[in-house]
T-cell receptor, first 114, second 112 residues
Framework: AQSVAQPEDQVNVAEGNPLTVKCTYSVSGNPYLFWYVQYPNRGLQFLLKYITGDNLVKGSYGFEAEFNKSQTSFHLKKPSALVSDSALYFCAVRAEYGNNRLAFGKGNQVVVIP | SAVISQKPSRDICQRGTSLTIQCQVDSQVTMMFWYRQQPGQSLTLIATANQGSEATYESGFVIDKFPISRPNLTFSTLTVSNMSPEDSSIYLC?????????FGQGTRLTVV
């Protein structure tokens, strides 16, 4: 079955600095990869996805992610973090075929320090 | 995309009682999904609800505890029955009109 690892519990970054949230995955076959953000007392909001094509995917709010097949990674990045980016970030994966249920990572709390 | 309205947004309930959560989607979808997000943890799929048939439950979840209705292609309910403090979680409904999922704003349930 597919799975996601988000190795860090919390990511602290100073405002204006680059932000990276790490994600590695395991899936049979080709992966469909996603990032979601959850603000306090809110549901999950879709940020971006990788299905096929360019390995660098651009999404909402200035976020981007790079698919690396050899490292089975899909790290989320933002060149310059904002205080408003402080939230919980989830990486998710599904298989292209077969059991294509979404599997979520445990989430990373991002804290952007003013 | 899809817009999902979920209610209630939060509730505090007495143990032994039941709570029904409603989820309304702005477009017709074949499947609707119900997740649980326990404090400090990730999302766990409870069940998949198809219109006109019984919901399909994931391992560890049973219909008697989490009965689901799916009367039409835009609406579903999840009931948390005979609640205990261990049921305190955020419950989310979701749809997948494309490859990605879209979520309601969640129901934060506290059982006292």
């Amino acid at each position: 079955a597919q799975s996601v690892a988000q190795p860090e519990d919390q990511v602290n970054v100073a405002e204006g600095n680059p932000l990276t949230v790490k994600c590695t995955y395991s899936v049979s076959g080709n992966p469909y990869l996603f990032w979601y953000v959850q603000y306090p007392n809110r549901g999950l909001q879709f940020l971006l996805k990788y299905i096929t094509g360019d390995n660098l995917v651009k999404g909402s709010y200035g976020f981007e992610a790079e698919f690396n097949k050899s490292q089975t990674s899909f790290h989320l990045k933002k060149p310059s973090a904002l205080v408003s980016d402080s939230a919980l970030y989830f990486c998710a994966v599904r298989a292209e075929y077969g059991n294509n249920r979404l599997a979520f990572g445990k989430g990373n709390q991002v804290v952007v320090i003013p | 995309s899809a817009v999902i309205s979920q209610k209630p947004s939060r509730d505090i309930c007495q143990r032994g009682t039941s709570l029904t959560i409603q989820c309304q989607v702005d477009s017709q979808v074949t499947m609707m999904f119900w997740y649980r997000q326990q404090p400090g943890q990730s999302l766990t799929l409870i069940a998949t609800a198809n219109q006109g048939s019984e919901a399909t439950y994931e391992s560890g979840f049973v219909i008697d505890k989490f009965p689901i209705s799916r009367p039409n292609l835009t609406f579903s309910t999840l009931t948390v029955s005979n609640m205990s403090p261990e049921d305190s979680s955020i419950y989310l409904c979701s749809v997948e009109p494309q490859a990605e999922a879209f979520f309601g704003q969640g129901t934060r349930l506290t059982v006292v």
